[in-house]
């Protein structure tokens, strides 16, 4: 499908590292986050039996159908799920739950299911996820509260409290899979979408 007047684009996401990340590409955009209750639509995704891929892809689709059905432009969403076992992990609420959490990552390869989707006048154009495999490192006591201490707050707007572009790093021993997706926008296949929409140069 190609967009013969290239509308305004719009994030449907409160996320700062992904408005950083699309403009720090050159992108124009503004930043309306998606009021939807995403726990929600979690439960219902598991009551189906959705993988944790799927349950992200969902909650990127849901973000832009819910925007792009109130403002017009082509709006985008994306969301994480984050994977340990067979549990999916939500955000942490204080840093003496973001330790409890980093002591369960300890030693351990949880997986971050990414995605996006793009929509318009309350019609789904189209969609991807991606999944990154993350090893950590055996943490100890004293590390995590370091981390703690240094990363701050911050880490709190991110599911598994780590924040790979800085402290966050520290925390892997490997990572598969793309970068992008563990900050939770699989780009490139967007900037793919968004050239074959001729939102931007080709």
């Not at 996006?116 to 996820?129: P, R």
């Amino acid at each position: 499908m190609t967009l013969s007047v290239p509308p305004p684009l719009i994030l449907a996401s409160g996320s700062r590292i992904r408005a950083t990340l699309l403009t720090n590409c050159g992108l124009s955009f503004t930043k309306i986050p998606a009021d939807i209750d995403e726990d929600v639509i979690k439960d219902e995704c598991l009551f189906r039996g959705f993988t944790p891929k799927a349950v992200a892809l969902k909650l990127a689709q849901e973000k832009a159908l819910h925007v792009s059905r109130a403002q017009a432009g082509l709006v985008i969403g994306a969301d994480s799920v984050l994977q340990l076992d067979k549990e999916l992990i939500s955000k942490q609420k204080t840093l003496a739950d973001a330790a409890d959490l980093l002591r369960r990552f300890s030693g351990k390869t949880h997986y971050l299911h990414s995605a996006v989707a793009v929509a318009q006048n309350g019609q789904l154009l189209w969609s991807h996820a991606d999944t990154a495999d993350l090893t950590v490192r055996r943490l100890s006591e004293d590390f995590i509260a370091h981390y703690i201490e240094t990363a701050g707050e911050e880490i709190l707007s991110s599911v598994g409290c780590y924040m790979l572009e800085a402290h966050g790093v520290h925390l892997f021993d490997s990572i598969k899979g793309d970068y992008f997706t563990v900050l939770g926008l699989p780009l490139l296949p967007l900037l793919a979408q968004l050239r074959h929409y001729e939102i931007i140069q080709a």
